[in-house]
């Protein structure tokens, strides 16, 4: 499941988001424990294809909600707050906007050095380490004058691989939230406003897409990186797929919606079929071929 952490300063709305995701209740007090929930993204592509064949069952998609207590503004955040980030996908700064007294651009670029200067004390601690087994530093070397320049480390054009396990905030995903549109708010991140647009913001900049599948009576949406084949994907549903996999039909969604039939679609002729290496593309209807 695709985690997604909320961080941002106190009161500006991380809990409030969290209880509207999940529909979890109750409040945290302890920034170093997280309130850990499921958010169910009702994807609008999934309504449709339920309204169009009414199937028993529709599965959507889940994320891993994390929320954390903030610290205050002026307070700022200590490197051990983020030791529960490790294993989360992407970061979501929740920005506050829902009331004049706020300079949300201030607070963005202010939460985005955070991340920055948590990175920066842990690569001089790996330099410091390094340095003194004597063991090679460039490559830490840069990505410390690049954060330096206030850049986050998942731009960096080097191989990225060997930063890995190093636990660094600014190699993930980050995208910005505004809670509220009192104010516009410059920034080159993906930006949000509106909890509408919560989790396809977060599966684009993840580079996934979507496709769906209409089994029996359940209609599911399934989440997968975009570079996947279609042999890959199959085995994202379950390896038997992966291991026997024949072939796959697709349909577009939209073409969907208007032959609101797989079996007529089949009959015209119009289902297009992928070999293992093909790739699905988002908002296929995709039925998998495959020997048991
Ligand atoms: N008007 C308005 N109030 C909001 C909005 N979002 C949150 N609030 C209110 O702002 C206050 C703080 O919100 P929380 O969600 O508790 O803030 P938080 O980020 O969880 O704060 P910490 O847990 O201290 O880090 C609460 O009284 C919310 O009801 C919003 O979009 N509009
Ligand atoms: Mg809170």
């Known amino acids: 499941m695709i985690k997604i952490a909320l961080f941002g300063y106190s009161g500006s709305g991380k809990t409030y988001i969290f209880r509207s995701l999940t529909g979890k209740e109750g409040e945290i007090f302890d920034p170093f424990k997280p309130n850990i929930g499921v958010g169910i993204y009702k994807d609008k592509r999934l309504e ?60 963005m670029e202010s939460l985005i050095m955070e991340l920055i200067y948590h990175d920066i004390e842990r690569i ?16 830490w070397e840069k990505s410390l004058e690049f954060l330096k320049s206030e850049k986050l480390l ?83 549903i379950h390896k038997d797929i992966e291991k026997g996999f024949v072939k796959a039909a697709t349909l577009s969604f939209n073409e969907f919606i208007e032959i609101t039939d797989w079996h007529k679609a089949k009959n015209m002729g119009i289902l297009k079929f992928l070999g293992p290496n093909s790739q699905i593309s988002d908002g296929d209807i995709v039925e998998f071929y495959f020997t048991k």
């Open 124 to 139: 001089e601690s790996i330099i410091e380490t390094r340095k003194r087994e004597k063991e090679n530093i460039e490559i």
């Open 48 to 107: 449709k294809i339920k309204e169009i064949i009414n199937p028993k069952k529709i599965i959507y998609p889940e994320f891993e909600i994390y929320d954390f207590k903030g610290f205050p503004e002026g307070e700022g955040f200590p490197s051990n707050y983020f030791k529960n980030f490790n294993e989360i996908d992407i970061i979501y700064l929740i920005v506050k906007n829902f009331t004049n007294e706020v300079n949300p651009q201030e607070e």
């Open 154 to 236: 998942k731009n960096i054009g080097l191989d990225k691989k060997q930063l890995l396990g190093a636990e660094l905030l600014t190699l993930k995903e980050v995208i910005v939230f505004s809670n509220g549109e009192t104010k516009q708010i410059k920034t080159s991140l993906p930006i949000v406003y509106n909890l509408d647009d919560f989790y396809k913001k977060a599966i684009e900049t993840l580079n996934m897409i979507t496709f769906y599948t209409i089994k029996g009576d359940i209609a599911q949406a399934w989440i997968i990186p975009k570079n996947l084949t279609a042999k890959q994907a199959g085995g994202k």
